[in-house]
Each structure stands twice: as structure tokens, then as C-alpha cells.
């Protein structure tokens, strides 16, 4: 999908620039067993606990539980579980698009903005993109339609019911599972971020056990390294201690001008090109494959999609392949994990998480720089073990929303194919009838001397 235009750099009017916060918690926050978090654990989520639940917990109490693979356990049941059927809960295919969404293009463009956009770009008098530039509405409609792709029956889905209950669910549904990713490398972020997370330590040690995180950020000299913009890394190597203090204060502005020191691999890393090295950080790697197949994959990998566990979230949320709002998304969990702020805000001072995410997508326009080739080839084949050609991506990333759909088209064209022989026959066989009854009359084309053939002749008198 192309990149965001540059109006994305402002928040959007609909949701003020924020994640939305979910009203209740959706049922499932992630769908890898080994992702799921723990009750301590969303209670420091970046969303605030919601008030009710009771509504979310009527309409999914069937739903399954995938942090363990069974039914939720309610009041209603006694206390008691009940095995998991194996049909597939109504919602999951819907929710597993909405994560697919969330993850490789946006976490900040809502999906019920998605649809007000789509369903207003084709009302001329629907006022809700009035506001709105062409660029912007033809954003908002490529990504609607990327969507739909998805899975089938997704827009049925929310004609048939009222469409904002049904994408609101969806929302709250990505606001929880943006809590799960956050908890998860609140804690491993700690552990990824060494260069050799089996041998190395830090001094002084942080723990991921403790309940805050007060001791991070600039307040530590491996994340405030880390941390720093790029344009204050010399100063920061001269002088750790006084740059340090001059980040927490503020006295040295931490903005969006300048990218933080772990987007570069420290090897790499090259204070005359910018370029040089740019998303190459085995932190954003390791943080990526616990997102896509569980925390022990972080560390070696796998060898290729196939071999991945089958309920992690690349394969339930057709994840195959790299983009540059995924590099965006990891990149904005590791700065908020590497961070001393406690909760997810839209901004860290001068920091904009959303400005963040649009200026690394921004990063790899346009797609046929060598440079973007190259970065998406190399985060490709560390994440999923392999590479492959975009023309291969293309086809298997976005799977077909309905195989009935897909054979019944293959049947249409079989149909046509055949009626265009059939049809090429019998023209054929009229033809050679229709030349049988001519010489069958006597008549040749080379009986009338008025149509006889030219024969050779050597006499050239004639000729000029």
C-alpha cells in the first residue's frame, strides 16, 4: 500500500491524533499462546481499565479464548470450562483483519474511519470528508479496500448491522491488542536490546519485574544511549552524563527531528549518512518475530513461514511479508518500551508517537529505491527466514477473501474458453462446407479466365 500523504503528519480531526480507548475490553488481545498477558499485566496497559465490560462479555461469552485455547470462563457457566468447539467464533476471521490492519498499516488510522471515509467518498452529500483533501479520501479508500480483501464478507458484515457498532467493536478489539504488544516488550525489551542477550548484562541491572519503569529512559545510560536523536549522539558519546540531563529536562529538545539511536545497528551506524544502517537494529528484529510467533522465537527465528507455531498472529492475521507500516509499528512500541513513561500518551514531551510512525513509513517511498529494496529484503529475511520476489508477496500476502468466489470465477472463464471453441469450430465447419458446395457445382476459382493466374513468363519485352 502506498505511504500515508503528508497530511497524516497533522492528527487526524476524527480521533484528535490518539489511539482510541476502548469503552469495554475486547476478547482477544492477541493469538499466540505465548503473547497473552497476564491480569498484573493489563493492569499497567497503556489504556485505562474500562468501567463495563458487562456488554462485551454478553455478546462474546462463546467466543474463544485464544491465550489458552478454550471457552472463557463465566459467571453464568458456574465456574466451570467448556470444551472449545472447533467452529471458528463468528468474529475472529473480522478481528484477524483488523489486526493485520493495525499491524502493517496503521495503528493510528481507526477502522471505523476507514469506512465513514469509503461510505461517504461515494455520498456527495455526506458531510464527514468535507474537510478532507483528495489525497486524503483516496488514502483512506485504498486502505478500506485493502481491508476488504482481507476476509470474506467483511463488508456484508457491517451493512448489515449497524456500522458503527460493528467497527467500534474492532477498534476496541486493536486498542487491547495494542496493550497485549505493549506487555510484551515492556518486559522482553529489556532482554532484545543487548547485543548478545545470552551473554550480556547491564550495569546497573534493570529488572523486568519491576512494576515501574521509572529507571529507564534517559535515567539509564543503555536506554538513554538508545534513546537519543541521532543529531545529539556525538554529544552524547563525549559527555553522557550531561546529555543525559539535558534530554530529561529539556533543555535539549527530543522531537521528531531526528531519528532515535536505535532505528541504526550500532556497527553500521555511520554519523556522515544517514542511511547507512537505518532499521537494521536486532532489537527491532527480535521485538518483531515476538510479535509474529511468540517470545521463543525472538532470539534465533525460523527457518521459513511453514515452520512457524500455527496459532502465532503472523500466520492467524496473514502477515507474509514486511512493510514499512510494520517497521513503523515495532519501531513505536520499542521507543515507548525503552521509555520511563508508564502510559502510552500521544506524545513524549516533544515527541509524537504518530509523527514517529508517519516519518519511518515515509522512510520507504518511493518503493523502487534501491535503499527500500534492499531494507525490506534484509527485515524479511530475518523475520520469515526467507526472501521472496514482490511479485510472490503480492499474490500471497493478500489471500483471496473467498475461494468460492475465486473457483466460480475460474468456472466462468473455463465457460467462456469453451463457448469461443465451440463457436470457432462450428465457423470452421461452415467454411469448409460452403467451399465443398462450390466445387461440387463445377465452379473452380481458376476455371474463369478473367481470375486465371499470372504464369511465369521469360519474355521481359513487355516490362519496363
Request: hydrophobic content about 30%; proline content about 6%; aromatic content about 8%.
Amino acid at each position: 500500500m502506498a505511504v500515508p500523504p503528508p497530511f497524516m503528519s497533522q492528527p487526524l480531526r476524527r480521533n484528535n491524533g490518539q489511539r482510541q480507548v476502548a469503552s469495554s475490553p475486547p476478547p482477544q488481545p492477541t493469538n499466540s499462546s505465548e503473547t497473552c498477558v497476564s491480569a498484573s499485566q493489563r493492569e499497567t496497559r497503556s489504556s485505562p481499565p474500562p468501567s463495563d465490560s458487562r456488554s462485551f462479555a454478553r455478546q462474546l461469552s462463546e467466543e474463544e479464548d485464544v491465550c489458552t485455547g478454550s471457552k472463557r470462563v463465566h459467571a453464568s457457566t458456574g465456574g466451570q470450562r467448556k470444551r472449545r468447539k472447533k467452529s471458528a467464533p463468528k468474529m475472529t476471521k473480522y478481528m484477524h483483519a483488523a489486526q493485520w490492519h493495525y499491524r502493517t498499516v496503521s495503528p493510528y488510522i481507526p477502522i471505523s474511519t476507514l469506512f465513514r471515509v469509503a461510505h461517504a467518498a461515494d455520498d456527495p452529500e455526506d458531510p464527514f470528508t468535507e474537510e478532507m483533501s483528495d489525497e486524503e479520501i483516496s488514502w483512506h479508500v485504498d486502505a478500506y479496500n485493502l481491508l476488504l480483501k482481507r476476509v470474506s464478507g467483511f463488508k456484508s458484515l457491517v451493512e448489515s448491522l449497524r456500522s458503527e457498532d460493528t467497527t467500534d467493536k474492532l477498534d476496541d478489539m486493536l486498542n487491547w491488542l495494542d496493550g497485549s504488544d505493549t506487555n510484551l516488550l515492556r518486559s522482553k525489551v529489556l532482554v532484545y536490546m543487548l547485543d548478545d542477550p545470552l551473554l550480556d548484562t547491564l550495569d546497573p541491572p534493570l529488572s523486568a519485574e519491576e512494576p515501574s519503569k521509572a529507571n529507564r529512559g534517559y535515567k539509564h545510560d543503555y536506554t538513554a544511549e538508545l534513546l537519543c536523536p541521532r543529531n545529539l549522539r556525538k554529544s552524547f558519546l563525549k559527555d553522557k552524563k550531561k546529555v543525559k540531563n539535558k534530554m530529561s529536562s529539556g533543555h535539549s529538545k527530543v522531537n521528531n527531528s531526528s531519528l532515535p539511536f536505535f532505528c541504526y545497528d550500532r556497527e553500521l551506524y555511520d554519523n556522515k549518512d544517514p542511511w547507512q544502517g537505518l532499521f537494521k537494529n536486532m532489537l527491532l528484529i527480535r521485538a518483531a518475530r515476538a510479535i509474529l510467533f511468540g517470545q521463543s522465537k525472538a532470539l534465533n527465528g525460523i527457518d521459513d513461514l511453514s515452520s512457524a507455531p500455527g496459532d502465532c498472529n503472523a500466520k492467524n492475521n496473514g502477515i507474509k511479508r514486511i512493510t514499512p507500516g510494520f517497521i513503523a509499528m515495532i519501531c513505536c512500541q520499542i521507543r515507548f518500551a525503552l521509555s520511563s513513561a508508564e502510559r502510552w500518551q500521544p506524545s513524549d514531551n516533544d515527541f509524537g508517537y504518530q509523527k514517529f510512525h508517519e516519518d519511518v513509513v515515509a522512510k520507504f517511498e518511493p518503493e523502487d529505491d534501491d535503499w527500500v529494496e534492499e531494507t525490506l529484503n534484509w527485515w524479511n529475511a530475518r523475520v520469515f527466514g526467507r526472501v521472496e520476489d514482490d511479485e510472490d508477496f503480492e499474490d500471497s500476502d493478500l489471500e483471496s477473501g473467498d475461494e468460492n468466489q475465486d473457483m466460480e470465477r475460474i468456472r466462468q472463464d473455463r465457460i467462456k474458453t469453451r463457448q469461443a471453441r465451440i463457436a470457432a469450430e462450428e465457423a470452421s465447419a461452415a467454411l469448409s462446407a460452403s467451399t465443398s458446395g462450390i466445387n461440387s457445382a463445377g465452379h473452380s476459382p481458376t476455371s474463369d479466365p478473367q481470375t486465371a493466374p499470372e504464369t511465369d513468363n521469360d519474355d521481359n519485352s513487355g516490362s519496363v
